[in-house]
């Protein structure tokens, strides 16, 4: 049982360039979230997806997209980087998005990203 | 507006002494509230959750406690070790359409020998 896995670990871009991230979750969760941690934000949330076929924009959904491909896995595309978005990208998953203890969010290690 | 504040911003102790962290939320309606533990270069892992009706919750050394009415929260490091130098991150629950937790930025803990 992996929890919550996530690809690359570590990446360096371009401005410019594309990627995708991948995330995927072994918990059979309904919901999957992306977050970015930069210094001194804390946590703000990219994207998340309710259920499987679902996506909703979060706080700060500029400059990317997501593709909930099935329950598991939840990719987060920047189409064209920038030095705005080096950053530090966390997965979550959780069982629901809904109020209640069945929110609790299970995170991946995250992936570094430094855009050039 | 929801917000989460959390208290010291960082704070530094020797081993072997306690420490309370502080989180005052401004979050309605409430539904829980959860400290993350955040190694450096990891994801924040779950400590405890509370719900409206409990005010006290422990995961060994770890205390929270929790006054609904006044909406602040503390989590308390009882005897610390070098291995509870982490971010400590405190992210309320509400009961709303769409995404429902607001986080803290987090009070950065350094535990020095």
């Known amino acids: 049982n992996a929890g919550v896995t996530q690809t690359p670990k570590f990446q360096v871009l371009k401005t410019g360039q594309s990627m995708t991230l991948q995330c995927a979750q072994d918990?059979?969760?309904?919901?999957m979230y992306w977050y970015r941690q930069d210094p001194g934000m804390g946590l703000r949330l990219i994207y998340y997806?309710?259920?499987?076929?679902?996506?909703d924009k979060g706080e700060v959904p500029n400059g990317y997209n997501v593709s909930r491909l099935n329950k598991r896995e939840f990719s987060l595309r920047l189409e064209s980087a920038a030095p705005s978005q080096t950053s530090v990208y966390f997965c979550?998953?959780?069982?629901?998005?809904?109020?209640?203890?069945?929110?609790?969010?299970?995170f991946g290690p995250g992936t570094r990203l430094t855009v050039l | 507006k929801n917000q989460v504040e959390q208290s010291p911003q960082s704070l530094i102790i020797l081993e072997g002494k306690n420490c309370t962290l502080q989180c005052n939320y401004t979050v309605s309606p409430f539904s829980n509230l959860r400290w993350y533990k955040q190694d450096t270069g990891r994801g924040p892992v779950s400590l405890t959750i509370m719900t409206f009706s409990e005010n006290t919750k422990s995961n060994g050394r770890y205390t929270a406690t929790l006054d609904a009415d006044t909406k602040q929260s503390s989590l308390h490091i009882t005897a610390s070790q070098l291995s509870d130098s982490a971010s400590y991150i405190c992210?309320?629950?509400?009961?709303?359409?769409?995404?429902?937790?607001?986080f803290g930025k987090g009070t950065t803990l350094s535990v020095s020998s």
């Open positions: 979550a998953s959780s069982d629901s998005i809904a109020g209640g203890t069945r929110n609790e969010q299970f």
């Open positions: 992210v309320v629950s509400a009961y709303q359409a769409g995404t429902a937790l607001i």
């Open positions: 997806s309710a259920s499987e076929g679902t996506t």
């Open positions: 918990m059979n969760h309904n919901s």
